[in-house]
């Protein structure tokens, strides 16, 4: 037993530590600065706040979509009525193309697990005829789960699932086409245009082969899931960023003054209205959609400036930490293979179902279903990971670890596998306090690794434990596992690595060389963020302001993520 005190983090609503909460999060609340909190709480503050920013989007665009229709003698932009019916409009498109994935589907032997609106913080979910439904806090995007009842099904109907969703956007589409001019009371709430210009929108992001961020993860859109079923060999890995966007991180800059702007011309409007509804005495009206716009107004001027001023938030969710492809590919084939005749689309739904219930703050609820089916499928690899999971965000940290021992004694696990489980193993233990055992796990299962890439991955993984201060106790052993990373592989992830752990040794004149080579050479966002990150902490102690901020800024363009820690805040570069 390690004599570390365990860190006593403490949930910002509720005051419980996090060993009987489960892991906190650094959430951003409504009109709240960042704060610690655990999932039940965290739940909580997202339906509020998912309520308040629904009504902040949607009520403006309901009431300028509507204006035109319900008070007539109000002369509004006919653009002013377009965009906020297609502000408003788009939501329900998207929620449809979904459906249309889910109809077509249905109709080629899937079964539809959940179907997603939004992205960001859980706010509600509900199942429905077998189908979990979920709703998120920004009310744009979606995502059909769905699994078909064969382990391997063809590729034809692969290619109607994913096709359903753009069918039913080019109906939509069509229907726009037929409205105009035919019907009066259409062309009047400009329902026409809506739906051939939002339905074009939509096809727009879904043919284009892409990959899209959802929740901080990154997923091919139709087209290019529709492109890897028919070509896998020419497939390749998709790339986010194009070289131009990786290195002018301003567009993201400017971006935020878009927003700002944004802002400004809705604030403008507010006062036009104002304006009118004084000269044409009709201020009932009117003065509920001047409210309404400087609130909205308000608020885009307020996030285009919290964007131009880089916001890098705290998580240490270590055991959720991307892996890399050495280590992950190799473990999903083990977790596809090692099933105890469960097949594994029912392991992924249960999955999915389990992660609705941690973000409800009812995880454990999700225990029964795990134990149920670990007893009729004990060499299930996939779900002794499903229950460690669970046991983890429920602050149990030694069943945890018990769960963790039971999928390392599945027979025929791979390499990977255990490289996987052991990185998890010194996560828990790390974020518990008990540092000796995880250093003591960690020297374990790189003596047990003999495969040069997977001893690179677990070097790399364990080198990152100590970076930005997030558990400054791994220092030392980060220090020998990151030279010995970069001896058997120089590639700019492994430099990013141990030019981080040298920055915290104050080791600057080693370090910079390999950040300087690391901005110019690496691909990856998140090798990027960690070298702009620490040259901005280096230029910053050296008394370059101006430097440090665009090197912070530059870090927060590429990798604006939770793993990255509280750092640039702490040092002056960043707003709280």
Known sequence: MSENPVPTWLCADCGRPE???????????????????CAPCR?????????????????????????????????LN???????????????????????????????????????????????AGRLRGTEWQFRLVPYGGVCFGFHRTETPPRTAQAMFLLGGPAVNVVLLGLGWVLDGAQPVADRLALPWIFVWGNAYLLLWSLIPMTLSMDGRPLPNDMLQFWRIWFPANAGSPKTRSRFGRRNPRIGRLAGMGVQFLGVVVLLLAAFLLWNAVRERHPVPLLVGVGIFVLCGGMLFAVGRSLNRPRLRAARDLHTQSLPDALLLPHVADQERLTDGMPFQEAQALWLRSQTRIEQGR?????????????????????????FDVLWHLGRTDEALSALD????????????????????????????????????AERALAGSGDRGIRT???????SLPLLAAHGEFLTQADRWSAEALELDSSPTIRATRAGVLCELGRVDEAEPLLRSVVAEATEAVDLGLAHLYLALLEHHRGNRRAARREAWAAFCFYPDRRLVERLASDGLASG
């Open 19 to 37: 060993s009987e909460t489960g892991p906190l999060t650094t959430t951003t609340r409504a009109f709240r600065r960042p704060a610690p909190l």
């Open 43 to 75: 739940h909580r503050s997202a339906r509020r706040g998912g309520v308040v920013l629904w009504m902040l989007l949607l009520a403006p665009a309901v009431g300028a979509w509507l204006a035109p229709v319900l008070v007539p003698e109000v002369a």
């Open 78 to 124: 006919p653009w002013v009525q377009r965009l906020g019916g297609l502000y408003l409009f788009e939501s329900l498109f998207v929620l449809l193309h979904e459906l249309g994935h889910a109809v077509a589907g249905m109709a080629v032997g899937y079964r539809i697990e959940q179907i997603r609106l939004g992205y960001g913080s859980l706010v509600a």
């Open 363 to 387: 995880a454990v609820e999700a225990l029964p279903d795990v134990a149920e089916r670990l007893r009729k499928h004990p060499g299930c690899l996939a779900l002794h990971e499903i229950a």
């Open 406 to 441: 039971s999928a390392r004694g599945v027979p025929g696990i791979g390499e990977a596998t255990r490289a996987v489980l052991a990185h998890h193993q010194v996560g828990v233990l790390a974020r518990a306090g008990r540092t000796d055992e995880a250093v003591a796990a």
């Open 457 to 463: 991955a677990q070097l790399d993984l364990l080198a």
